[in-house]
C-alpha cells in the first residue's frame, strides 16, 4: 500500500469518525431533551435502564468518547489510540447486539413490567392526599391529559376515585364531568413502541457507521504497524 492510499483511508477514518462523534453528540442532546421534558419516567421504575432517553443518552455518550479516539488516533497516525479505538469500539457493537436481542427476547417480559409499574404507581397516586406534592401524581395526570385516557387498563381502576386529568371536557367541571373510558397502558405502550423504533434506526444508522469505521481501521493500523509507526 502506498502513502497516497495510506492518506487516503486516514481521512476516511477521521472523516467517519467525525462524522460519528457529531452522531453521538446529536444523540446525547436528544436524550438529555427527552429527559428535561419526559413525563413518563417516574411511572415506570423498573423499566428505566431501556427507558428511550436514557438508552440515547448513555449509548450516544459512549459512542461520542469512543470515537473521539478514533479522530485523534488517524490524525496523529496513534497506534495504541487506533487499537484502543478498534477494541473499544468492537465492544460496543457487541454491546449494541445484545441490547437488540434482549428487546427480541424479552419484550413480553418488558411488556408484563411495563404494566405492573403503571399499576404500582395509580395505587400510589390513589393513596395520596390532595395536598401532597408528587412526581407520581404529576406524571400520571400529564399521561391522561396527554393520551385522553384513564387509568391503567380503564376508568373502573381509580373504584370511583377519578381525578380531574380524565375529564373529557376542556375546560372541565369539576362537579359533573364526563371522563374518558379508555386506559393509558396500550395507548402508553404504543408512545414508547414509536420512540424506541426511533431509537431502533438511529441505533442501526451507528451501527452501519461503526461497522465502516471498524473495516477501515484495520489496514490502516496494519501499515502503521508494519512500517514502525505510530507510537513516536
Sequence with gaps: MNRSCVNYLKTLVIGLNFLCWLCGAFVVALGEFQVIHSKFASLVTSFWPIFPANTLVVTGTIVTCVCYLGVFGGMKENR??????????????????????VFLVYSREIDTYFEDDLMRSLE???????????????????????????GVHGVADWKGNVPISCCREDPCDPLIHTDWQEGCLVKLRDWFSRNYRSTGAGVVTMFILQFICLSITVPLFCYFSRHGLGYQ
Excluded: W
Aim: with cysteine; aromatic share 10%.
Design 124 to 150: 400510589i397516586y390513589r393513596q395520596l392526599g390532595p395536598e401532597s406534592n408528587s412526581t407520581i401524581r404529576d406524571d400520571l395526570d400529564a399521561v391522561q391529559h396527554l393520551f385522553k385516557c384513564c
Design 80 to 101: 495504541c489510540m487506533l487499537i484502543n479505538f478498534f477494541v473499544l469500539l468492537f465492544i460496543l457493537m457487541l454491546v449494541e447486539l445484545a441490547m437488540a436481542c
